[in-house]
């Protein structure tokens, strides 16, 4: 089945740590984004990726970092710079449908991290 | 910028009861418009879409218009169960965009009690 994984699903940081969230599509999507949740708010942008090599930060970008070296994944790195990094962090994807733009989103499970 | 306010929640219904969530809009050009559920700690699901201005969007007894007068996207559904309980989103891609930028709602939580 095609679809969106994330690991691990719960991740405990101490301050100060870096912390790698993982993020696999089969789904041969193009575009790959990265969003954090806080209770009570909608979704906000973090990085997003329309293709391989090349990414763009989101609205709130400060704190973390990404790579995209393969089509399918795009791993999101939450640095010792980001203050309040305990959040729920989704990972979605869409398909670039040309001079429609890009189409609906898919989204992953989820991982929630949590600063100790 | 582009913008999508929902109704306040958190909302408490009985089962089978009638569901109404607003959402509201404001973006340029024309956006697709998209109602997304969230079961407790998962990710979002698309629940329905519209594309395009009187299109009406439907799934598991959800429904949808894309008012452009309006320019609004409310959710419905005739009778509610206790397994729609779940956070609901309602969200904005604008037409044209260059990467696919999602702007959400703030979500409105729905609980159906038995």
């Known amino acids: 089945d095609g679809g969106i994984t994330q690991s691990p699903k719960y991740l405990f940081r101490k301050e100060g740590q870096n912390v790698t969230l993982s993020c696999e599509q089969n789904?041969?999507?193009?575009?790959m984004y990265w969003y954090r949740q806080d209770p009570g708010q909608g979704l906000r942008l973090i990085y997003y990726s329309q293709i391989v090599n090349d990414f763009q930060k989101g609205d709130i970008a400060e704190g973390y970092s990404v790579s995209r070296e393969k089509k399918e994944s795009f791993p999101l790195t939450v640095t010792s710079a980001q203050k309040n990094p305990t959040a729920f962090y989704l990972c979605?994807?869409?398909?670039?449908?040309?001079?429609?733009?890009?189409?609906?989103?898919?989204f992953g499970p989820g991982t929630r991290l949590t600063v100790l | 910028g582009d913008s999508v306010t929902q109704m306040e929640g958190p909302v408490t219904l009985s089962e089978e009861a009638f569901l109404t969530i607003n959402c509201t809009y404001t973006a340029t050009g024309y956006p697709s418009l998209f109602w997304y559920v969230q079961y407790p700690g998962e990710g979002l699901q698309l629940l329905l879409k519209a594309t395009k201005a009187d299109d009406k969007g439907s799934n598991k007894g959800f429904e949808a218009t894309y008012r452009k007068e309006t320019t609004s996207f409310h959710l419905e559904k005739g009778s509610v169960q206790v397994s729609d309980s779940a956070v609901y989103f309602c969200?904005?891609?604008?037409?044209?965009?260059?990467?696919?930028?999602?702007?959400f709602g703030q979500g409105t939580i729905l609980t159906v009690h038995p």
């Open positions: 979605a994807s869409s398909i670039d449908e040309g001079l429609a733009g890009f189409g609906e989103q898919f």
């Open positions: 969200a904005l891609l604008a037409g044209g965009t260059s990467y696919g930028k999602l702007t």
């Open positions: 789904l041969n999507h193009d575009a």
